[in-house]
């Protein structure tokens, strides 16, 4: 395998783990902040979702920009 099957196989695999993980954690916030907790007591949650998708998302940019 070449090196730029390499990075594509692995721009690939991060951009799809991204999606993944997002679809999961935006879905596991949705679902608390309109079940029993409700809208103020969930705002929390998002918070930290968003701060984590955004780590993870600045850890994948530098990634693949190596």
């Known amino acids: 395998?070449?090196?730029k099957t390499k990075s594509k196989?692995?721009?690939?695999?991060?951009?799809?783990?991204i999606l993944l993980f997002s679809i999961f954690v935006i879905g596991l916030a949705w679902s608390i902040s309109t079940g029993l907790a409700g809208?103020?007591?969930g705002l929390p949650f998002w918070f930290i979702i968003i701060f984590c998708?955004?780590?993870?998302?600045?850890?994948s940019y530098k990634e693949i920009k190596k």
């Open 1 to 3: 395998m070449d090196y």
């Open 39 to 41: 809208f103020w007591r």
């Open 53 to 59: 998708l955004s780590l993870l998302c600045y850890d």
């Open 9 to 17: 196989n692995n721009k690939f695999s991060i951009i799809l783990g």
